[in-house]
């Protein structure tokens, strides 16, 4: 039985096509800057424990 290596990365990844990275940038600034903010005060909404667990497995230590 042959053991399966251990990743170095840790955390979470994810893919965007080339096409969602442009439309992003089409957005004015303002507006992404707007988005940004509104995910922050919405992540300050949350309790504590939820905060440190998204920590966690943003780290890979989940």
Excluded: H, V, W
């Amino acid at each position: 039985m042959q053991k399966m290596k251990k990743s170095k990365s840790r955390g979470f990844n994810y893919y965007l096509t080339e096409d969602a990275k442009r439309n992003y940038q089409e957005k004015p600034f303002e507006l992404r800057l707007k988005c940004l903010y509104m995910g922050n005060l919405l992540r300050k909404g949350f309790n504590p424990e939820l905060i440190d667990l998204q920590n966690k497995f943003r780290e890979g230590k989940i």
